[in-house]
């Protein structure tokens, strides 16, 4: 049986995406929204049962603001994450402020959905690999944590991260190669490049991906103009 549900994101094109995904597979998407620090507010008019929460930055101070205040006043709306790989305070953090579950961004639909069911049941919806990472990470902390935006940032040339931030931009790769000024297939080897070494099938995931690391963020910065290297 579907699931009436909110998707909110701080990046549209995703939030819509997912909700797109949501109603083909039989759910009852009521709205699909951003930014998620004005999530509470639409969540409290609509209470769906579900409201999916993404997020890029889970350890920021004050992201979880939104759920807390949602759980405080629709109790029966539960509450699922979707943010990165979290570090121990991520997680910690979103369970804090009342959240019913914690999904990675890049889990497959399927587990989008189980996690769905087990948080409208009242259960905790989290993966056991996600608890067993947090508690390592708790008792043997890197010295030096790393940033995986920054690690997946370092493995792009700077054409590709300007491939990547149009890809991100919804641009087709008749605009890449346009606005980049170089020829259409030379657009499309940059593309299956990124794609390669971001470990993802598609630009969407790639999209996906950059956003929920901070990888986009980062890679708006450094992006060149048509006259970079490559």
């Given at each position: 049986?579907?699931?009436?549900?909110?998707?909110?994101?701080?990046?549209?094109?995703?939030?819509?995406?997912?909700?797109?995904?949501?109603?083909?597979?039989?759910?009852?998407?009521?709205?699909?929204?951003?930014?998620?620090?004005?999530?509470?507010?639409?969540?409290?008019?609509?209470?769906?049962?579900?409201?999916?929460?993404?997020?890029?930055?889970p350890?920021?101070?004050?992201?979880?603001?939104?759920?807390?205040?949602?759980?405080?006043?629709?109790?029966?709306?539960?509450?699922?994450?979707?943010?990165?790989?979290?570090?121990?305070?991520?997680i910690?953090?979103?369970?804090?402020?009342?959240?019913?579950?914690?999904?990675?961004?890049?889990?497959?639909?399927?587990?989008?959905?189980?996690?769905?069911?087990?948080?409208?049941?009242?259960?905790?919806?989290?993966?056991?690999?996600?608890?067993?990472?947090?508690?390592?990470?708790?008792?043997?902390?890197?010295?030096q944590?790393?940033?995986?935006?920054?690690?997946?940032?370092?493995?792009?040339t700077?054409?590709?991260?300007?491939?990547?931030?149009?890809?991100?931009e919804?641009?087709?790769?008749?605009?890449?190669?346009?606005?980049?000024?170089?020829?259409?297939?030379?657009?499309?080897?940059?593309?299956?490049?990124?794609?390669?070494?971001?470990?993802?099938?598609?630009?969407?995931?790639?999209?996906?991906l950059?956003?929920?690391?901070?990888?986009?963020d980062?890679a708006?910065?450094?992006?060149?103009?048509?006259?970079?290297?490559?």
């Amino acid at each position: 049986m579907g699931v009436r549900l909110m998707v909110v994101d701080d990046h549209r094109l995703l939030a819509e995406a997912l909700a797109s995904a949501l109603k083909l597979r039989g759910h009852r998407v009521l709205a699909a929204a951003a930014p998620t620090s004005g999530a509470a507010e639409l969540v409290i008019s609509r209470a769906p049962e579900v409201c999916l929460f993404g997020t890029a930055a889970p350890a920021e101070p004050g992201v979880f603001d939104p759920i807390a205040r949602i759980v405080r006043e629709r109790p029966q709306v539960a509450v699922v994450v979707l943010g990165p790989v979290p570090s121990p305070r991520g997680i910690a953090a979103a369970f804090a402020a009342g959240a019913a579950g914690y999904v990675r961004h890049d889990e497959r639909i399927e587990g989008v959905e189980r996690a769905m069911a087990k948080a409208r049941a009242g259960e905790a919806a989290v993966a056991p690999q996600l608890l067993r990472s947090a508690f390592t990470e708790l008792l043997h902390p890197a010295v030096q944590p790393d940033d995986e935006g920054q690690r997946l940032l370092r493995m792009l040339t700077p054409r590709e991260v300007e491939v990547l931030v149009r890809v991100a931009e919804g641009e087709d790769t008749r605009l890449i190669a346009a606005g980049m000024r170089i020829a259409s297939s030379t657009a499309r080897t940059h593309v299956q490049r990124v794609l390669m070494k971001l470990g993802v099938g598609s630009r969407l995931e790639a999209a996906a991906l950059a956003a929920r690391t901070g990888l986009l963020d980062r890679a708006a910065g450094t992006r060149q103009g048509p006259d970079g290297l490559a």
